[in-house]
């Protein structure tokens, strides 16, 4: 029930509605929990609310901290396992 | 999905736990707790406890508003629900959470009862606008994050004048829970997992007096498997340098300072409760929210006039004990044979975030998992 996702905002309409995409499904959310949301922005959408924004530049932080850990080749051995990720 | 999938890449996850692996002291134990129950989700749907070695535990938190909801507040609500002219609108979880006599909000709907299954708190106002002869009462529950819709529709409701919705709040504080949880020193916890999307409105600042006072740990983390493994790999560095500060790795969506406006709607609309009793945890001080006298037209529990009385859980259920970090669901006999998510006896088997139910639905997987392995 605390499942949210980010979603990005397709269309914006009146009474601090949108509809955002999430995956190429189209839904009907509230912004009125959060200012000045733009076309295009990507909000963290749950209960049928955008509850905050997602800011792409942090993301990109966060991914290219992933990528610096894919380069340093690590040599210890993992078990192999079948986790679903 | 954009900002979904970027963090659930395989390779990198077995790398990171490589990481975990190197850093972890096997000569030490690392109990790390998630206190929210989509973490509890994410790390079984993603069998990330298998590729963590077997010095880092899991210790699920309370962090599931079904689960912690106790019998008394579900049996309000049915009672709310039977009451002649009610509808009683609820999110999908709570209509199978046992209340008293083992009946919930599902059975009372085939006894004849109006409750609808609302995905929103604002498909909740809009069946009130369109039922104007019956009484609409929203059954709130959620941490910091329903809290904010649900004021924005309280809000709303005051501005269109309708005098048939309220709302029973059973909206209850992060914070104060892992505050409950430190203090009972019950649990062997040496780090906290953050919840995500909590954070997002409250921000990181509230968890600093935990890192200060419990000398605890606390990386606030996304739901994706690699925020996950990337959580526990700096609580595991923070234990071992021996500090405890609140570092945050959901930094795409969370700030110190959090969600302002949402924080401020709330405040307009709600105030603290003095105490409020919880699942597993009892009666905790300043833990929950209640609805300020200025909208007290749209307070079920006052036109209603609800009393709440303490119910015992069933003599069996580990629920209880679950939510306070100190079982897990195998130590319980009822688990898989009577209680399952069809038929269940605890709050913990309803919700997919509660402990029962991801051990019951991917436990299984991770049994078979283990014996691949050997
Ligand atoms: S298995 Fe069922 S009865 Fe046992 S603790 Fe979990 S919810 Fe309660």
């Given at each position: 029930m605390c499942l949210a996702i980010p979603a990005r905002v397709a269309e914006l309409l009146e009474n601090d509605l949108a509809v955002v995409d999430l995956g190429g499904v189209r839904k009907e959310i509230s912004l009125a929990l959060v200012d000045d949301v733009a076309l295009g922005d990507y909000v963290i959408v749950h209960v049928g609310y955008?509850?905050?924004?997602?800011?792409?530049?942090?993301?990109?932080?966060?991914?290219?901290?992933?990528?610096?850990?894919?380069?340093?080749?690590?040599?210890?051995?993992?078990?192999?396992?079948?986790?679903?990720? | 999905m954009k900002y979904i999938d970027e963090f659930r890449d395989g390779d990198l996850a077995r790398k990171l736990a490589a990481d975990i692996r190197r850093e972890a002291r096997p000569e030490r134990e690392y109990g790390l707790?998630?206190?929210?129950?989509?973490?509890?989700?994410?790390?079984?749907?993603?069998?990330?406890?298998?590729?963590?070695?077997?010095?880092?535990?899991?210790?699920?938190?309370?962090g599931c508003p079904v689960?912690?909801?106790?019998?008394?507040?579900?049996?309000?609500?049915?009672?709310?629900?039977?009451?002649?002219?009610?509808?009683?609108?609820?999110?999908?979880?709570?209509?199978?959470?046992?209340?008293?006599?083992?009946?919930?909000?599902?059975?009372?709907?085939?006894?004849?009862?109006?409750?609808?299954?609302?995905y929103s708190s604002a498909d909740a106002l809009k069946i009130a606008q369109e039922n104007p002869e019956r009484q609409v009462v929203f059954f709130a529950i959620g941490f910091e994050t329903t809290t904010p819709p649900t004021a924005?529709?309280?809000?709303?409701?005051?501005?269109?004048?309708?005098?048939?919705?309220?709302?029973?709040?059973?909206?209850?504080?992060?914070?104060?829970?892992?505050?409950?949880?430190?203090?009972?020193g019950e649990a062997r916890v040496d780090g906290v997992v953050g919840p995500a999307h909590v954070s997002t409105v409250i921000g990181s600042r509230p968890y600093e007096p935990f890192s200060a006072e419990y000398h605890m740990p606390v990386v606030i983390a996304g739901f994706e498997p690699l925020d996950m493994m990337q959580a526990i790999l700096m609580l595991i560095r923070q234990i071992n340098e021996g500090r405890a500060e609140v570092e945050n790795e959901f930094t795409r969506a969370v700030t110190r300072d959090g969600n302002l406006k949402a924080q401020r709607m709330v405040d307009e609309v709600f105030e603290l409760r003095d105490?409020?009793?919880?699942?597993?945890?009892?009666?905790?001080?300043?833990?929950?929210?209640q609805i300020r006298e200025k909208y007290a037209a749209f307070d079920a529990e006052k036109?209603?006039?609800?009393?709440?009385?303490?119910?015992?859980?069933?003599?069996?259920?580990?629920?209880s004990a679950i939510i306070r970090g100190v079982k897990n669901p195998l130590d319980c006999k009822l688990f898989g044979s009577v209680c399952t998510p069809d038929n269940p006896i605890g709050s913990c088997m309803v919700s997919s975030e509660g402990a029962c139910a991801a051990y019951y639905t991917y436990g299984r997987y991770r049994e078979a998992q283990k014996q691949d392995q050997t």
């Amino acid at each position: 029930m605390c499942l949210a996702i980010p979603a990005r905002v397709a269309e914006l309409l009146e009474n601090d509605l949108a509809v955002v995409d999430l995956g190429g499904v189209r839904k009907e959310i509230s912004l009125a929990l959060v200012d000045d949301v733009a076309l295009g922005d990507y909000v963290i959408v749950h209960v049928g609310y955008a509850i905050n924004r997602l800011d792409p530049e942090e993301a990109e932080k966060t991914l290219a901290l992933f990528a610096e850990i894919a380069e340093t080749l690590d040599s210890s051995p993992l078990t192999p396992h079948s986790s679903p990720i | 999905m954009k900002y979904i999938d970027e963090f659930r890449d395989g390779d990198l996850a077995r790398k990171l736990a490589a990481d975990i692996r190197r850093e972890a002291r096997p000569e030490r134990e690392y109990g790390l707790m998630e206190f929210c129950g989509g973490h509890t989700h994410a790390i079984f749907r993603y069998g990330i406890q298998g590729l963590l070695p077997d010095c880092v535990h899991m210790i699920h938190g309370p962090g599931c508003p079904v689960c912690v909801l106790p019998i008394g507040r579900v049996d309000n609500a049915i009672e709310l629900a039977r009451m002649p002219g009610v509808t009683l609108c609820c999110y999908g979880d709570m209509l199978r959470v046992p209340g008293s006599g083992r009946v919930s909000l599902l059975k009372a709907k085939a006894d004849g009862a109006d409750i609808r299954m609302v995905y929103s708190s604002a498909d909740a106002l809009k069946i009130a606008q369109e039922n104007p002869e019956r009484q609409v009462v929203f059954f709130a529950i959620g941490f910091e994050t329903t809290t904010p819709p649900t004021a924005v529709v309280i809000l709303q409701a005051e501005t269109l004048g309708l005098n048939n919705f309220t709302v029973f709040s059973n909206h209850v504080l992060t914070p104060a829970a892992i505050g409950a949880i430190m203090q009972s020193g019950e649990a062997r916890v040496d780090g906290v997992v953050g919840p995500a999307h909590v954070s997002t409105v409250i921000g990181s600042r509230p968890y600093e007096p935990f890192s200060a006072e419990y000398h605890m740990p606390v990386v606030i983390a996304g739901f994706e498997p690699l925020d996950m493994m990337q959580a526990i790999l700096m609580l595991i560095r923070q234990i071992n340098e021996g500090r405890a500060e609140v570092e945050n790795e959901f930094t795409r969506a969370v700030t110190r300072d959090g969600n302002l406006k949402a924080q401020r709607m709330v405040d307009e609309v709600f105030e603290l409760r003095d105490t409020f009793e919880w699942r597993g945890l009892g009666w905790v001080p300043d833990s929950a929210l209640q609805i300020r006298e200025k909208y007290a037209a749209f307070d079920a529990e006052k036109r209603f006039e609800l009393t709440h009385a303490s119910v015992a859980d069933h003599q069996s259920c580990e629920c209880s004990a679950i939510i306070r970090g100190v079982k897990n669901p195998l130590d319980c006999k009822l688990f898989g044979s009577v209680c399952t998510p069809d038929n269940p006896i605890g709050s913990c088997m309803v919700s997919s975030e509660g402990a029962c139910a991801a051990y019951y639905t991917y436990g299984r997987y991770r049994e078979a998992q283990k014996q691949d392995q050997t």
